[in-house]
């Protein structure tokens, strides 16, 4: 399939009128500079679907009253010094608009519109653009605007920025705030307001006062001990990770050493995410909580058959097994889990600081846990989410995303860029994945008067063959997969067990509220 690339050449430009001194250049930080590294050259991508055919001078009249406002997307990275003592820096520069979006000529004559070979077009797309790096003598990002019908929308546009202009969080939250609700074009997307239950403590409270307080005392201190152990555990099992333990060589998991520069795979799939609501409400969890669980099944469904495949390639004998798993009893299999770590930054903070020119805190504040997941085919489905809950409630109770946090900045600020990111590149290629989680609009959204049907975003570049990103939006989640198809050649069957263990939890679900009417 031919594809011509269209580009308007009008000199249409943002000027740095008005602009401070002080911002017209601002040195990289830590982070964005190892996001610039060798080991870690990375990108986040986002697919999002829309409900009519794009109207790409729509777009770019929108782009040029919101996104390019923003600093980091009207910056480009300038280098100076030599090798040993390089900076690097944002510098404002004149953006041409349309130099960023990119309008393709699809020859549609192979393609069916709305069948799987317009979603299989869309894949081999998205999959070319990880081949290619952003042209650093421009703001990086780019905006390309696919008039192709799928399975799932209408038209298509694909976001891609580089991970130094912000934390995928930060990203994502921009995005958002170039949005505007549907029924009401004024008005920003609404988040689900996300109500923490009461804290043990607060509940003795309601005894009488003195015993209260005594109480709450020994629960203030049992609990500082509880963090202070379990952090000191997650550090020690953060060094160990970095310097020799490693995860078991799964068939998901990748070598970092062989994966420079390679073509990368990124497919989606949306489920009802009431259907994840009933079960959390059922179960007495949180959304995250029941994603981790169904992941931990879904990926105990997949590697179940590929290492029954592998041991048919092998010739082993069946009956051998005599109802034994094809899998080994103990697999080490751990995620990196992302966690923001930034002081909340609202959508409407900004709305306002592309609208008004307003601050905010910008840049890369994440922090990782290290999430092993416990994979296993289980007689009973509900004990997935259960053992996932039992993990991250004990690791909700660490300091664990904060100190990687701030041992990052201290091997940057002690060590330089060119060590961190190798320890930085060793601690992750020793865990096989990426797992991440966005809460999206509770609303229909408009994408400059485009509505929009789906969100899928996703990052590549880091040593990770598997990635598994889920975004909330209205009433369906997202699962987002970029993978090496290398060493995972069928990511649609990675998704289909994932799908296939949410209705199976569901049921479980349904069987247990069921029996305990009876």
Known sequence: MEIKTRRDTSETTVRKDGEEEDEEEQPLSPAARVFHSPEFNCYVISVIGVKKKIEPDVIIEGLKQSLIRH?????????????????????????????????????????ENGNANADVFLESYVSNLTTV?????????????????????ENVAVLKFHHSLGDGMSLMALVLACMRKTSNPDELPSLPNQNRSSSRSSRLMTGSRGDSRFLWLVMVIWSAIILVLNTVCDALEFIATTMFLKDTETPIKGDFRLSKSKRMCLVHRTVSLDDIKLIKTAMKMTVNDVVLGVSQAGLSQYLERRYGERKKKVGEDKESKKNSTDMPKAIRLRSALLVNLRPN???????????????????NWIGYIVFPFSIGLRDDPLEHLQRAKRII???????????????????????????????????????????????GPIEEI????????????????????????????????????????????????????WEKSLQSIKAAVQERGSRSLD
Not at 81 to 110: A, F, L
Request: glycine fraction near 4%; charge should be positive.
């Open 71 to 111: 600093p980091r997307f009207s910056s480009k990275l300038v280098s100076n010094g030599n090798k040993k003592r390089q900076t690097q820096s944002w510098v404002r520069t004149n953006v041409v608009v349309n130099d960023h979006v990119i309008v393709p000529d699809i020859q549609t004559q192979n393609i």
């Open 133 to 153: 790096s952003l042209d650093i003598s421009k703001p990086l990002w780019q905006l390309h605007l696919l008039d192709l019908k799928t399975s799932d929308a």
């Open 345 to 363: 930054t609202g959508i409407q903070d900004l709305a306002d600081m592309m609208a008004k020119g307003s601050k905010c805190r910008w840049g």
């Open 393 to 439: 409630d004990r690791k909700k109770n660490s300091l664990e995303a904060a100190l990687t946090f701030v041992a990052g900045q201290f091997i940057l600020k002690t060590f330089g860029v060119e060590v961190a990111a190798k320890i930085i590149n060793r601690a992750l290629s020793n865990t096989t994945m990426s797992f991440s989680n966005l809460i």
């Open 446 to 497: 408009s994408f400059y008067g485009h509505p929009i049907t789906y969100m899928a975003p996703s990052v590549y570049g880091h040593p990770h063959a598997l990635t598994m990103h889920f975004q909330s939006y209205m009433n369906q989640m997202t699962i987002s997969l970029t993978v090496d198809p290398t060493v995972i050649s069928d990511p649609h069957r990675l998704l289909d067990d």
